[in-house]
């Protein structure tokens, strides 16, 4: 794999703009810093309250009402560094997705569902989106 190639990132600033909205309302309501943290990432948002870290996250938003399909994939590399940092700083790691209708949680400890390998082979003109992915039921997740 090119360097230019391995360093293929998907997501635009459309992507990044909804996630800060998402971001900044679940600091409203968990009342924490969501912080972003830096591009390439294997984990990307941290919460902290009083400069303390209080939980790694992972957050996606969908342009789907939640049900519209009965699954969503969730990568199995975000879900295991998820896990390890959790384990490594004692705090939950959870995954969060903002449907167009409700906003929703897990905890990547909790993600489960059938194995397969997926992703979408023409983004962007690339191949390397495809990855080993779990097709997690929409309702194991938690309605914030």
């Known amino acids: 794999m090119s360097d230019r190639a391995a360093s293929v990132v998907f997501e635009t600033d459309e992507d ?3 996630q800060q909205v998402v971001a900044d309302r679940l600091s409203r309501l968990w009342g924490c810093d969501i912080i972003k943290r830096k591009r ?3 984990v990307d948002w941290s919460a902290t309250r009083d400069g303390k870290l209080v939980a790694v996250m992972e957050l996606k ?4 009402k939640r049900y519209w399909y009965p699954t969503l994939y969730v990568s199995q590399a975000k879900r295991q ?3 390890e940092e959790s384990n490594t700083f004692h705090v939950p790691g959870i995954f969060v997705v903002q449907f167009t209708d409700e906003l929703c949680w897990i905890k990547a400890s909790d993600i489960t569902g059938n194995k397969t390998i997926a992703g979408r082979p023409r983004r962007q003109g690339s ?3 495809i990855e080993p992915m779990i097709e997690l039921p929409v309702g194991l997740l938690r309605k914030i």
């Open 16 to 18: 990044r703009a909804r």
């Open 61 to 64: 938003c969908r342009k789907n």
């Open 127 to 129: 191949t390397h989106d």
């Open 81 to 83: 560094a998820l896990i």
């Open 40 to 42: 390439l990432s294997q």
